[in-house]
């Protein structure tokens, strides 16, 4: 970690800050790991900014967003535990786009595990400097003056004084090297590991939020667009004067038309301007729009799964091999084999995307609910001739977002119609435009394929996926997933197994691909979680002993140690190792809390499985009952987690409480699908997500750990498909291979 503080309390950035003087330090805020993979990046040179005013205040500047996963309100709790600060004088800062900021894209899991150590030692330094000062007035040693929540105290004398006293005279001593000052013991933590409230929850409940779409500004308009249905088509005609007509529009313009790479542009169309949304949506259906197909007119669903599995039959890429998995096979006696399917999926939060934009002379402010300032800076720049760092963004709270949000196609959208306008314009996305004209979760092929010995061990195992690539998105002509996207469960299989080989095959893309919550993990961890226990069933053992037997010993993998390349979700393998010891850990807790095993009534089953993702381990339990008619319904849920170090429980137990319900949608429910290009779904009714009445009782248990912290926001997703889908099979003996399940139970 980049570990470079500085004291910048004397120079103008304070001003800018609007905290008059006091103490400001400035922290780094890329990690080494980050820092090498971004090398060239204009953001590597960020920094963030902790402030301590005169009265004793602390300003925490957070240059993540909030989403509901408590980023805002983890990354204060570790500055002002090293700080020994009291709550109640903490000031939340949002940071806008700023590169002074460091990386502010808010996806990966990354928020508390990035920056952990970063905001530790801030939070550290500036409490040192305090006592430094302490110690200088009072006469005394510095090992004679310890700082206590917001006091600084003499262990002489008992005497005490508020940090404010001592503030001024910090602000001018040279910042500690923050490689070398003393963290806090685990046992000495006033707010790491407790839990503690979401710094918003008060507007949240009172309603008082401002997320994207509440967003308001003097004299502003509103506006929605019709799109081209199929990506790459171009507007070909519209009624211009219908849509005049209707009471309160007050403008029709038509957008950029989208050049590939897809990139985060906008998609091209026609928007209407009014004075209010209904206006404009009316305006929209007025104009009758048409549009030609583009190159992906002829996307078909079904036709594309055709194409995938010819991948599969295919000649591959082999990207990791260990032994000869292939010779094993086709020599073994006993061999298994199973195809696994998963459709596109959308994003689907509950808030779709807004934007507002305000040109104010050549001046251009922006209200976003993204993921990434920075990236709405980037990305409408261009389109106006302008540097990044000329355009003021702010992130407004985000009513979900799951990846969507940090492509921020429609920022684009709302610069281009106020710059028209000559008025602030809010670009307003309805559900429909969401989920017609999203970044897509990949649609995915893969076959498994097992030798099992004449003991019924596991002893070779050959898996091969193919599905169009993120990197579609942003470069043409890529095909067939990469080496990041399998190193998300399939090239960092834990396997302690003597063949291993993992290959991929070709697939292009034919709509915007795009990562949503916990990315290719989705589809690897279905396949890998359900074939561990298609085998177990196969063999008659118990699927928890076989995952324990062929994950192995205690150790750490290293993919390559087989020849595979692996990111390690951005982390050091030294720092953040993949521990066998770990995985197994949470998978017997998993059974534990459940009673993985125990004999259920007919037509109940328990399934299980489990999973590292964004350095954090989980395993999941789930029960189902299957009605006669097929209808399923799952009680309850257990999940064990491992994230290291958890530095605000409650918002970890949420984040695993809200993956079951999103890992069921996805085995339940969710698909999209393409016919001549056009997404066939629209809203809820179409693109199913799961209901309150579905929702399972969740146990969480999180595994007692002063490890770093790994990521929560996604690590509980994946496991849970595979789960849902091995409890069916213990239920009823009917295997389900391809999502969601939808009727594939129905009598």
């Known amino acids: 970690m980049n570990t470079s503080i500085s004291n910048v309390s004397r120079r103008d950035v304070v001003k800018g800050l609007g905290v008059g003087t006091g103490l400001v330090l400035a922290l ?14 204009p953001r590597e040179f960020g920094s963030a900014y902790l402030t301590i005013g005169l009265d004793g205040t602390v300003h925490i500047y957070i240059h993540r967003v909030e989403m509901g996963q408590g980023s805002r309100t983890g990354l204060p709790q570790v500055i002002a535990d090293e700080l020994e600060a009291d709550w109640d004088r903490l000031v939340f800062e949002a940071a806008y786009g700023d590169k002074k900021f460091g990386d502010q894209n808010t996806d990966g899991s990354t928020s508390i595990r990035m920056f952990y150590d970063t905001f530790r030692r801030a939070g550290a330094a500036a409490r040192l400097m305090l006592e430094q000062a302490a110690a200088a007035k009072w006469g005394v040693a510095l090992g004679d003056v310890t700082a206590q929540k917001h006091r600084i105290i003499n262990n002489l004398t008992g005497q005490s004084e508020d940090f404010s006293v001592f503030v001024d005279a910090a602000s001018k001593l040279p910042v500690p090297d923050s490689s070398k000052v003393t ?19 008060n507007d949240f409940v009172t309603g008082s939020s401002v997320f994207g779409q509440d967003v308001k500004r003097d004299n502003m308009l509103f506006a ?11 507007l070909k005609a519209y009624n211009r004067d219908a849509a005049m007509a209707i009471k309160g529009v007050v403008d029709v313009v038509e957008l950029p038309s989208l050049e590939f790479p897809a990139m985060f542009k906008p998609l091209g169309g026609v928007a209407v301007v009014a004075t209010n949304t209904w206006s404009a949506i009316k305006g929209r259906t007025a104009l009758a729009a048409t549009f030609e197909g583009g190159p992906n007119a002829g996307y078909d669903s079904v036709e ?5 599995w010819q991948a599969i039959d295919g000649v591959g890429t082999t990207h990791l091999q260990r032994g000869d998995a292939e010779d094993v096979i086709a020599s073994s006696k006993k061999v298994y084999q199973a195809d696994y399917y998963v459709p596109h999926l959308s994003h689907a939060p509950m808030e779709p995307p807004a934007a507002t934009a305000e040109w104010q002379g050549e001046n251009l402010s922006m209200w976003v609910c993204c993921q990434d300032p920075q990236s709405v800076q980037e990305t409408v720049a261009p389109f106006f001739n302008k540097k990044p760092e000329e355009i003021y963004v702010e992130a407004t709270l985000l009513g979900g977002a799951f990846g969507r949000k940090s492509k921020p196609d429609f920022a684009v959208e709302a610069a281009v119609l106020a710059k028209k306008a000559g008025r602030p314009v809010k670009m307003v996305w ?11 979760h990949t649609v995915s092929a893969q076959r498994a394929e097992a030798a099992v010995g004449a003991d019924g061990k596991v002893t070779a195992w050959k898996h091969k996926a193919a599905y169009p690539p993120i990197l579609s998105t942003f470069k043409e002509g890529a095909s067939g997933p990469q080496g990041n996207e399998l190193g998300m469960g399939l090239i960092d299989m834990p396997f302690e197994i003597p063949n291993l080989q993992v290959d991929s095959g070709a697939a292009e893309a034919h709509v915007r691909i795009g990562w949503l919550r916990s990315v290719c993990n989705i589809q690897q961890a279905f396949a890998v979680g359900s074939f561990v226990d298609e085998i177990a069933q196969g063999e008659g053992q118990n699927t928890a002993d076989l995952w324990l037997e062929m994950i192995g010993s205690d150790r750490h993998v290293n993919p390559a140690d087989d020849g595979a390349e ?31 095993g125990k004999d259920m009534p007919k037509g109940k089953g328990i399934g299980i499985s489990v999973h590292r993702s964004f350095v954090t381990y989980v395993a999941c339990a789930v029960e189902v009952e299957v009605l006669e008619n097929g209808t399923i319904k799952v009680p309850k849920a257990w999940i064990a987690v491992d994230c290291g170090t958890a530095v605000n429980p409650d918002r970890v137990k949420a984040q695993m409480e809200g993956a079951v319900l999103f890992g069921m949608s996805i085995a339940l429910h969710s698909e999209i699908t393409a016919e001549a290009g056009q997404i066939m779904q629209s809203n809820f009714d179409s693109y199913q997500v799961c209901r309150m009445s579905e929702s399972p009782d969740v146990d969480v248990y999180i595994m007692e750990s002063n490890a770093a912290p790994g990521g929560v926001g996604e690590p509980g997703v994946p496991p849970v498909a595979p789960a849902l889908t091995n409890a069916i099979f213990a239920a009823t003996g009917k295997r389900i291979r391809r999502l969601p399940i939808k009727d594939q139970l129905m009598a």
């Open 183 to 201: 963290l806090k013991a685990p046992k000495d933590h006033a707010y790491i590991g407790k839990p503690k409230r979401n710094i918003y929850m």
């Open 224 to 234: 929605v667009a019709a799109r081209p249905p199929v990506v790459g088509g171009k």
């Open 28 to 41: 780094p805020l890329v990690s080494k790991n980050l820092f090498a993979a971004m090398k060239g990046h």
């Open 304 to 308: 594309y799964e055709k194409t995938l």
């Open 566 to 596: 692996f990111h390690n979700y951005h982390m050091s393998l030294d720092e953040m190792p993949y521990d066998t010891a770990r995985l197994k850990s949470v998978l017997r807790k998993a059974v534990e809390m459940s009673g993985y």
């Open 430 to 440: 309805t559900r429909e435009d969401d989920i017609q004209h999203g970044y897509y």
